[in-house]
């Protein structure tokens, strides 16, 4: 159970060392609190224990760190010396290694509490990681004897201001009954769904502070543990701010006419079409005039790489390439197979705060929504992804493929309704016309400002996009992508 | 026959080294730190103390520190070994051995048969 409810203590924090992790606890962990870390074997609590030692050691903290029947020390600093934090200039000092388990063998539960306490005495340590306390707990005579071993860690923990972290595998229920009196109880996991994997953190119980609910994706690299947010539990209360007049163009005449008086700043359109259809050219169209306007832009790409991406859109006159060599424009490519939802929206949003950014330009929805294995998720997420852009003024425009060429259905491959995601429609499509295949542009929605509801065919040039005049009037079904004259059969 | 006294407080590293350094032909003996160790050289003195770095109750510079200063003891030679980077240890301790862990069995058995025949030298 998260505190959130409860107000907030001015507790000295402790911070973990773990990107995003500090933000999840609300601050870090209560400084004297004793933390359970569960988690499977694998799931990352020695990597986490380890992190959080380094980042305090750096900080000039002492920290030790007792193994019960664990790996041994010189494996467990073999697997650590790959890791970025790790600084061998800390031993001894810094980070203090001991065993702990012979004394648990010989003299139980009191001799391993005696030891634990003289240990942090004698190193002057303010962390201390107990690693396996699941043979602490089977080692106690009863459940009795477990909860008063804890209390008395408590007590000690008080007395002489250290901060534990006990780690210990998953042995039945993630939260034993005994747990229930520490201070906060982390829960690390990997979770499967058929052949992908991912890595999830959740606070079970966290005393002294709010934190982030429900449960947030990791990832373990070489920089050691990283933690995502999860976006909707963090996502800004505050209504976004009204852009004013302030609108924005295509930089496409022909475009632009079709809705004069521009987009709102800040506000997300949808560009839905099937594959060659031109959302790539439209989504770039938006960035270069942004770019030409001194705005800096973002593209987020999961299909082509930046470099054929730039020779693609520099064939239909669209360069992109100044402004990215300079910096004004950033291109973060994702390729699809094994994203985290989370770490999407974080790499996204944190480019965009830290270089002010003002358009987007998302050229892969359906990625975005297949980064996520809960789809039950997507729709608050975007709704958290768009708001969030909101909130910093961004006008994003997300690009989401349509399944079918052309043909009479009109697939939306959206978990969510396209008004969830985004204030502006734009629709693509092939349409089959006269013994030719033509691409057909049409506006289905725009918010607070006039557009022309008429349907367009658009070229694509070495000069860039042109949206034609309107199709014939004696031309109709054009959205079913089989046109045809009224009275007359298909053409 | 020589006598090794092993200290180390990862019970499992002990009694693989133990066993290892008897089937090698030496006497062994073990404590799982520093004070510990004192209270069997008290009983036994070693031709060898092969000590760990970081231990609980006595750490291996503690012990070390002890045992130089006990004249009775000015003829064991002294051996540390840890996870900790040796380099910085050896700066500290000239003359002295380590041994980097993790280590492999015939380091470890050659550093031993060579700071026994050093004393003997």
């Not at chain 1, 359109?269 to 942004?290: H, M, W, Y």
């Not at chain 1, 800096?296 to 360069?319: H, T, W």
């Not at chain 1, 699809?336 to 965009?352: F, N, R, T, Y």
Request: with cysteine.
């Amino acid at each position: 159970m998260s505190s959130s409810e409860q107000p907030a203590r001015q507790d000295a924090r402790v911070s973990t060392g773990v990107p995003g992790l500090d933000a999840v606890l609300g601050g870090g962990l209560v400084s004297s609190g004793v933390y359970i870390v569960v988690g499977e074997p694998g799931a990352g609590k020695t990597l986490f224990a380890n992190q959080l030692c380094y980042h305090q050691g750096r900080a000039g903290a002492r920290c030790l760190y007792v193994t019960l029947l664990a790996e041994s020390h010189a494996r467990m600093l073999a697997n650590m010396r790959d890791m970025a934090f790790f600084d061998s200039a800390l031993l001894p000092e810094g980070v203090y290694y001991v065993s702990g388990f012979r004394t648990l063998e010989e003299q139980g539960l009191p001799g391993l509490l005696e030891l634990l306490r003289r240990e942090v005495r004698n190193h002057n340590a303010s962390i201390l990681v107990l690693d396996g306390l699941v043979q602490a707990q089977e080692a106690a005579g009863s459940s009795r004897d477990f909860k008063k071993f804890i209390h008395e860690l408590q007590v000690a923990a008080g007395l002489a201001r250290f901060t534990a972290l006990l780690l210990t595998s998953a042995n039945g229920p993630a939260v034993h009954p005994e747990y229930t009196m520490v201070d906060g109880i982390l829960e690390l996991r990997e979770r499967t769904q058929g052949v992908r994997s991912w890595r999830e953190l959740q606070v079970r119980k966290f005393r002294g502070s709010a934190t982030l609910h429900g449960v947030h994706a990791f990832r373990i690299t070489s920089n050691g543990l990283e933690v995502f947010p999860r976006l909707e539990s963090r996502v800004q209360r505050t209504p976004p701010p009204d852009p004013g007049a302030h609108r924005l163009h295509f930089g496409v005449p022909s475009l632009d006419a079709l809705f004069p008086e521009g987009l709102a700043a800040g506000s997300t359109s949808l560009v839905l079409g099937p594959p060659g259809a031109g959302k790539t050219l439209l989504g770039s169209s938006l960035l270069e005039e942004g770019l030409k306007q001194g705005e800096s832009c973002l593209y987020m790409g999961f299909y082509e790489p930046p470099n054929r991406l730039l020779g693609k859109v520099a064939s239909a006159g669209i360069d992109l390439g100044g402004a990215m060599a300079d910096g004004r424009l950033n291109f973060i490519w994702q390729p699809p197979s094994e994203c985290i939802l989370d770490v999407l929206a974080d790499q996204l949003l944190s480019d965009v705060r830290r270089r002010n950014v003002k358009r987007v330009f998302v050229d892969g929805l359906s990625a975005m929504q297949q980064a996520s294995p809960e789809p039950a998720r997507i729709n608050s997420f975007f709704a958290a992804l768009t708001q969030e852009l909101r909130c910093t003024g961004t006008t994003t425009l997300f690009g989401m493929e349509t399944p079918r060429l052309f043909g009479p259905v009109l697939d939306v491959p959206m978990e969510v309704g396209p008004s969830a995601v985004a204030e502006n429609l734009f629709f693509l499509r092939h349409v089959e016309l006269e013994g030719r295949l033509r691409k057909l542009l049409s506006i289905f929605k725009m918010r607070d400002t006039h557009y022309d509801p008429t349907l367009r065919e658009f070229v694509i040039t070495s000069q860039g996009i042109e949206v034609l005049p309107p199709f014939s009037a004696a031309v109709d079904t054009l959205l079913t992508g089989l046109a045809r004259h009224p009275g007359a059969g298909h053409f | 026959m020589e006598t090794v006294l092993v200290v180390d407080d990862e019970q499992g590293i002990l009694e693989a080294l133990a066993d290892l350094l008897r089937e090698e032909g030496y006497r062994v003996l073990t404590a799982s730190h520093g004070r510990e160790a004192l209270e069997r050289m008290a009983e036994l003195r070693p031709d060898l103390v092969l000590t760990d770095w970081m231990m609980p109750v006595l750490d291996g510079p503690a012990l070390i520190e002890r045992i130089r200063a006990e004249p009775a003891y000015k003829d064991v030679s002294l051996m540390g070994m840890s996870a900790v980077d040796v380099a910085a240890l050896r700066h500290l301790y000239p003359g002295m051995p380590f041994l980097q862990k993790p280590f492999d069995i015939h380091a470890l058995m050659r550093q031993v048969r060579k700071a026994l025949d050093g004393k003997q030298g």
